[in-house]
Structures are given as C-alpha cells and as structure tokens.
T-cell receptor, first 110, second 114 residues
Framework: RKEVEQDPGPFNVPEGATVAFNCTYS??????FFWYRQDCRKEPKLLMS???SGNEDGRFTAQLNRASQYISLLIRDSKLSDSATYLC???????????FGTGTRLKVLA | DAGITQSPRHKVTETGTPVTLRCHQT?????MYWYRQDPGHGLRLIHY???????DKGEVSDGYSVSRSKTEDFLLTLESATSSQTSVYFC?????????????FGAGSRLTVL
C-alpha cells in the first residue's frame, strides 16, 4: 500500500456541482494533513490544513477520518477557476519530510 | 507570498554536462527541500536541509548533490546530467519551530536534458 493514495481522476463536473475527493494514508501516527492546489505548469499552493476533525473555508471543506485513515476535500458550488490538480500531503511522522499523493485532477465544465 | 525564488526557471542542457539549480529564500526558514515532479509520480524528495551545512538524502537522491552554506541558499547540482533527469524541480521551505510547518514552494525550474 502506498503511503498516500489519491484517485488521479479526472473528475469532470459541471459548474455549480459539489465534488469530493478522498486521500488515504498509511501512517496512523500522522497528526496533520494538507491539501494543496496545483495549476498546470505552476507550483503547488496550500489550500487547507487539517489538524483535527476538519476545516472549512468558504466553499471548501476538509474532513479527517482517523479510524479509516483518510482525509476528504469537498468543494461546493464548483467554479471554472477550481479546475486544477489537488494534492494530498501528509507529514512523515517524526521527520521533517512530507509525503505527497500523486494528485486528483478536477475539471469544472461550463 | 513567501520570499522564495528559483533560478534558472528554464534550462536546456546536454547529457553529461553539470547543472546547478539555485533556491533562495528571504523567510529565514530552517528547512529547505528539493523535489522533482514527473507525470505519474507526483512530487518526490531529492534532498533536504535542516540547517546550514546540514543536509540529508530523500527518496530519489542518486545523481544529485546539494549544498547549503547560508540559511537563505540551497543549491542542487547534477554533476553529469542524464535524460532521466529531465523534470520540473521545485524548491520548498518550512519552519517547524515557528509553527510554520506547511511547505511553501518556489515557482519551479524546468530542466530539459537532451
């Protein structure tokens, strides 16, 4: 099992739709988690941090399920500008390293 | 935005030539990282640094070396570039001690080895 796994997609959704991605992780000791957004040919940028059960920021909600070892990202009322790749990032416990998922690609269609 | 710059942003070189990529930060963050990103593999850690002159290998370090003589600069060197090192290279910074444990990335350096 990979340390961090994501469905690569693409998820093609119409504008205004709600879409959710999951990310599973193998290290049960992980305490913090991150969602990054990466646009084509750009650097990843932090979207949300998740330290406990979840986090909400406008149309975006991140939730953590420790029992099943996954985090999810929910995007409500999708916009064309939400089209990007969403990376799940999990710090490697006890080190300064971070483990990246391969990303989930989202396309929001007009 | 965090002050982190990479240079060069684009480089085309030939197999066997040395290449050095530079990462410069103005945030005084302790930790610096070099990643490469390739289709199907996501971001993979090459080397990282946890202080001046303190570096360690990541998961794909073969063929790469690094140096950090100052807090603000982290250099990645390909001693003899190969076509398999064609990739996009990202530098990142973080500082666990100040609570800024999120990674902040530079804009990337796109390297093509012919």
């Amino acid at each position: 099992r990979k340390e961090v796994e994501q469905d690569p997609g693409p998820f093609n959704v119409p504008e205004g739709a709600t879409v959710a991605f999951n990310c599973t992780y193998s290290n049960s000791a992980s305490q913090s988690f991150f969602w990054y957004r990466q646009d084509c040919r750009k650097e990843p940028k932090l979207l949300m941090s998740v330290y406990s059960s979840g986090n909400e920021d406008g149309r975006f909600t991140a939730q953590l399920n420790r029992a099943s070892q996954y985090i999810s990202l929910l995007i409500r009322d999708s916009k064309l500008s939400d089209s990007a790749t969403y990376l799940c990032v999990v710090p490697a416990g006890g080190t300064y390293k971070y483990i990246f998922g391969t990303g989930t690609r989202l396309k929001v269609l007009a | 935005d965090a002050g982190i710059t990479q240079s060069p942003r684009h480089k085309v070189t030939e197999t066997g030539t040395p290449v050095t990529l530079r990462c410069h930060q103005t945030e005084n963050h302790r930790y610096m990282y070099w990643y490469r990103q390739d289709p199907g593999h996501g971001l993979r850690l090459i080397h990282y640094s946890y202080g001046v002159k303190d570096t360690d290998k990541g998961e794909v370090s073969d063929g790469y070396s690094v140096s950090r003589s100052k807090t603000e600069d982290f250099l990645l060197t390909l001693e003899s570039a190969t076509s398999s090192q064609t990739s996009v290279y990202f530098c990142a910074i973080s500082d666990l001690q100040t609570g800024a444990n999120v990674l902040t990335f530079g804009a990337g350096s796109r390297l093509t080895v012919l």
